[in-house]
């Protein structure tokens, strides 16, 4: 049996190892447009930073660990163009025509320059291997001073501040009032006098200026799923704009699957769609994807909208709904929002902020964010994990977690953040 | 009402606290024999390291504070020798009756010097503030340039380390093949590489040679729970040797509360009674015994026995049961055991390990250990609220968890060993 994934980088070639690794006899084929499979795209603002040393450096395997470990025909600079499923046929770009009867459909995300940019040599997107590496040529060869950033989303947040640390002087433009994609005054708060500290120029609820006069400008105002030759073949789209699938992720085509950015997902609080395109999401859903190829049924829960993001030194961590989002849903949202220190003072570590929402009839928890140090990965992810099992906020307060001087505290910040959310239950 | 609190550390301050938060009306008493209260006990290691200065920098609230601002009277240096229930009274050292409704009992434990060093010179335990202070005057007065560790419990490993971070040559003496009182092949390896590398001799299965040539002997040989006087007064003691309680804290005696080191709870995924004496524990207990002498009836769900401990740079994380903890408790285990990077490669974080135990008929996790830096205690925090939800591994495998490159990776260490589980579960 052929399967075919279209798309090589997260989801892709989780679909495909997982597929071979259940059966061996498939004739498994990954088409993958760009130049490069399989690296690390959220490392590329790192290497715009300076901390990663080229693209490659980024990536994690190489062709040939497929094609030779693996058995998985590994094929680059192939575009796919038309797909004709009652043939069970892709076209690609140089007229070839290829055959599946499983197909896996990992088509991506893509950042668009704004119409006003298209044109401007100064003005950079930062999605791809190709668009970092044109920004670092810039770089390299105009040595630009001053450079203004569009987006305050992560992308956004993210290339500020990395562009800040090569020294050059940096101005950011929100058109909305929020940072993150988080309609939430506390964090937009947080992040805006951290940016601050930083010495980067934010401007909130401000479109940027027609005639910019910065030396370089990065334009990173919205990602879409890359989904208009997956419609044109008559596959479905949901209310997101992004593919719709069922549980087993399998699209309206019989036997075409979908997965990573181009598809959307359920939120596991709301049980509503979501679309959210992150790379943990894109290799979990990849994989199920792949499963399911082989003739399982495996099904994909959804995700908690947890997302991570280092901004100059800060980490922020975000899961399940803030306060604005939770109302929206249809949630009696109640916020305890607390400070406390992340370790023992001896340690000196960064004060820990921590935001924890919750429903008042059910009592469940509906979200969380985290702000400081090394330890918000583990806190978010708690809260995650309790999102996923649908904890109320008297389970979560009586959580058995870790205490060690140099790496917590005896009543952890989140703990702190549930006992203040009892009272204001009570 | 009269309600009094016999300890004064951490599960006693708790209860005082949140009784009076409750109830502005109670007249509450501590009595607490040692000189001071709220010192964070588990800083101790710290000081005989050297990272903290004296044990008062360990001391989180002084009297004063609770006397002004909470109203709780404080008496330090007030020791209890008998507990007379159907009188309602307690008898002091001095002779002094102190009369209450309500009592709330949290006389901690208690780490003895075995017999045989009971009046070696040399000899030290480390438990309490006095203890810890006689240790420093003795590293400071005599210099000493060799060390004996007997155990290889908490205690013991974080002494032994702390010792050799001053600049002794230190040996460690453990009577068992394992370390940190967990029966698990897996850890102990890791540990024993770990103190190695630390160069810290290291004895398993030994008994400390009769007679030590070493210039400082710290015994760590184990903690008992302090019940003598509650025993006396006709509080029942369960199968762990510690105060048995009902979910809401009261033992066998009207009126009386346990809380703290001197009383077991409930093991979350076995069900059956555990006795873990640690702060983060003690503080819950006792704010729910405080809570319940004011007329509530708040119920402590027990732990998952979560411990986290820093070993020479190594932190070390566990929750749950080892595989042969498990299969005493009558689960039939399957253990995966994984190494990852726990950031990505260019942010050069330390390989983290994991362990997950699951069981093979229900599916569902029932243990694990992390090691490696920052990361362990937010991985082993989210494998403990996955224990207390009784989440199966399939469920874990999916769970959202945060991404970015300078805190995790993609595929988080505990989602990899996830995977493996399910491999070995297929």
């Known amino acids: 049996m052929r399967v075919v994934v279209v798309g090589g980088v997260a989801a892709g070639l989780s679909a495909a190892s997982r597929a071979r690794r259940l059966d061996a006899s498939l004739e498994i084929t990954v088409l993958e447009k760009g130049r490069r499979i399989s690296y690390a795209a959220c490392g590329l603002p790192y290497l715009i930073e300076g901390q990663v040393a080229s693209v490659d450096a980024l990536t994690v395997y190489k062709p040939e ?65 190709a668009d970092a590496e044109k920004l670092q040529g810039y770089l390299r060869d105009r040595n630009p001073k001053t450079a203004a950033v569009l987006g305050g989303g992560y992308i956004g947040l993210e290339m500020a501040t990395a562009l800040r640390a090569r020294g050059l002087k940096v101005s950011l433009y929100q058109e909305t009032t929020d940072l993150l994609g988080r309609e939430d005054a506390f964090l937009t708060g947080a992040l805006l006098s951290h940016l601050e500290r930083c010495r980067i120029e934010t401007h909130l609820n401000t479109r940027a200026p027609a005639r910019l006069d910065a030396d370089l400008i990065l334009t990173a105002t919205g990602l879409k799923p890359n989904v208009t030759l997956a419609a044109e073949a008559g596959i479905e789209l949901g209310r997101t704009g992004a593919i719709r699938t069922t549980e087993t992720l399998e699209t309206n085509l019989h036997g075409v699957y979908a997965a990573g950015d181009c598809a959307e997902t359920t939120h596991v609080v709301s049980g509503r769609p979501i679309w959210l395109p992150l790379g943990t999401t894109a290799n979990k859903m990849g994989r199920i994807a792949g499963a399911n190829v082989t003739g399982r049924r495996e099904r994909f829960p959804g995700i908690a909208g947890t997302s991570l993001v280092r901004v100059g030194g800060l980490a922020v961590g975000l899961t399940g709904f803030s306060e604005l989002q939770a109302r929206r849903e249809g949630f009696s949202p109640v916020v305890a929002r607390i400070s406390a220190p992340g370790k023992a003072r001896y340690f000196w570590g960064r004060q820990v902020q921590v935001e924890l929402t919750a429903d008042r009839s059910s009592r469940r928890l509906v979200g969380g964010s985290v702000l400081g140090d090394e330890g918000v990965a583990g806190r978010v992810n708690v809260i995650a994990t309790a999102l996923t099992m649908r904890m109320t906020v008297d389970d979560f307060a009586q959580l058995d977690l870790s205490y060690a001087p140099p790496y917590a505290t005896a009543m952890d910040p989140l703990l702190i953040a549930a006992q203040q959310l009892l009272h204001l239950l009570d």
């Open 65 to 129: 660990k497929f094609e030779r470990e693996r058995n998985i025909r590994i094929r680059t600079g192939a575009e796919v163009v038309s797909l004709q499923h009652p043939r069970r046929e892709l076209v690609l770009a140089n007229g070839e025509r290829v055959k599946y009867d499983r197909l896996v459909w990992t088509s991506g995300a893509r950042e668009v320059k704004p119409s006003e940019y298209a044109d401007d040599p100064r003005a950079f997107v930062l999605h791809t291997d």
